[in-house]
């Protein structure tokens, strides 16, 4: 869901979650923070403002031979929220800029496996749209932010480079945490399209919110989430139905590569898949409506024939910024 613009706090240290929730629920004044208000964007480019009442979605659509199907028009899609058909208020097919966070697992697990990660980290970033712009949150005990400070975003790959590099791979794995986090980071992009791509070998072992909390922030943030698993087979942790869930509640895809080697095709089908995604946006029924968390369906058609469409199938009318509150006093008392 949309969510309105503010000050951006930039961080150079670990962080726990304790530190995230209290932190971010606290004012600007209290906080070394800045203003930093999104450009004016330039004429003929699409932007959906934000406005609590609009719900905005991300939609790949395939054809039967497994390509994406380009070309579609507004009137080819329909939204079913909790089952109920919904008019498309805005519409776009256009390769928008991005704004998108690497969650990388930096835990002592990922000692050899870093050098491929971060190769085909920076071709995904090459290949992008030359307006996308990128963070990067490492975890392994605690979540650390890779970017310099006062620095929320960038589009310069030497920097995202040495962000990536940030930190030596030890310690455990806090997933949950670096996801909620940087969910709450996505927060300050500039672009209308959000995304995060999540890297780890293993499930959660030290995160201090729960699956279920996480689980509730992502559906109450607009941002798809595209996760890859880089399992070992005799890991104690190993859990891709975590990372699976993640993908699935957000309109998302999980990967999981046979082999290392693998790993710069999977950010390929990333790229693809964001270049080719269509965004739809409507304004959800608060009269009748009073659920918090509501189902979604699309379908998209041609010819009287259905696509399949893959798009976040729940989302949270609570926004992310309140729940975030809400966990903070929790962890607080």
């Known amino acids: 869901m949309s969510i309105a613009k503010q000050s951006q706090i930039a961080w150079t240290k670990p962080l726990t979650i304790l530190s995230v929730l209290f932190l971010t629920g ?5 906080l070394h923070a800045y203003s930093q208000k999104a450009p004016a964007a330039p004429a003929g480019v699409y932007t959906i403002s934000d406005n609590v009442n609009l719900v905005v979605l991300e939609a790949s659509v395939r054809d039967p031979r497994g390509g994406y199907l380009t070309g ?3 009137n080819d899609f329909h939204i079913f929220e909790d089952g109920h058909p919904r008019d498309i208020s805005q519409f776009a097919s256009i390769d928008a800029p991005v704004s998108v966070g690497l969650v990388v697992d930096n835990s002592g697990s990922m000692r050899f496996k870093r050098r491929e990660v971060v190769m085909a980290g920076l071709a995904f970033a090459r290949e992008s ?15 650390t932010r890779g970017l310099p400070p006062q620095l929320p975003f960038t589009d310069d790959l030497q920097i995202l480079r040495r962000a990536l590099y940030y930190g030596n791979p030890q310690g455990q794995t806090a997933l949950y945490d670096a ?3 940087a969910l709450r980071h996505l927060e300050y992009g500039h672009h209308e399209k959000r995304t995060l791509i999540v890297v780890s070998d293993g499930g959660d072992n030290v995160s201090a919110i729960n699956f279920a909390e996480l689980l509730g922030l992502i559906e109450a943030s607009r941002a798809s989430i595209y996760t890859v698993g880089l399992y070992d087979p005799d890991d104690r942790d190993l859990n891709p139905g975590v990372l699976r869930k993640i993908s699935a509640v957000s309109g998302g895809q999980f990967f999981q590569p046979e082999k290392l080697e693998d790993i710069d095709r999977v950010f ?3 790229a693809t898949d964001i270049r ?3 965004t739809l946006a409507f304004v959800p029924d ?3 409506d009073k659920r918090t968390v509501r189902t979604l ?4 058609t041609e010819e009287n024939r259905k696509l399949p469409v893959r798009t976040r199938t729940t989302y949270r009318t609570t926004p992310l910024s309140d729940l975030i509150a809400q966990q903070s006093k929790r962890v607080l008392h």
């Open 276 to 278: 080719n995604s269509y």
């Open 286 to 288: 608060e009269k009748n």
């Open 72 to 74: 579609l028009t507004k």
């Open 26 to 30: 606290m004012t600007a004044i209290a």
């Open 297 to 300: 369906k699309v379908i998209a």
């Open 179 to 181: 996801v909620a986090y």
């Open 129 to 143: 749209n030359s307006k996308d712009e990128f963070f990067v949150v490492n975890f392994n005990n605690s979540v």
């Open 268 to 270: 390929h089908k990333i």
